[in-house]
């Protein structure tokens, strides 16, 4: 099972509303903490991660430059290298 940490909780809180533009999903972090784990979102630690999360779930990166990966909605930048994943 995956523990996510107060510091990607709180970006998702902080941040939702880029893959949710309608209305808030969650209103603290116990609510993103069992959000998070519902959707089966990913941690991972650096971009390279990222872009094979993406190769393994089958999406066409053809095209794409590295950087752009990250201007994803799904792709949430905690801030201290590691990225969290939300398939919404």
Do not use: K, T
Request: with cysteine.
């Amino acid at each position: 099972m995956h523990e996510f940490d107060d510091a990607v909780l709180q970006c998702f809180l902080d941040n939702q509303s880029q893959l949710f533009p309608e209305e808030d999903v969650v209103s603290n972090l116990e609510e993103a903490e069992a959000f998070l784990l519902e959707c089966l979102a990913v941690v991972v630690n650096s971009v390279e991660e990222v872009w094979e999360f993406f190769e393994e779930e089958g999406i066409d990166l053809e095209g794409i430059r590295e950087d752009e990966i990250l201007e994803a909605d799904e792709v949430f930048d905690v801030g201290d290298g590691r990225y969290l994943i939300v398939e919404g």
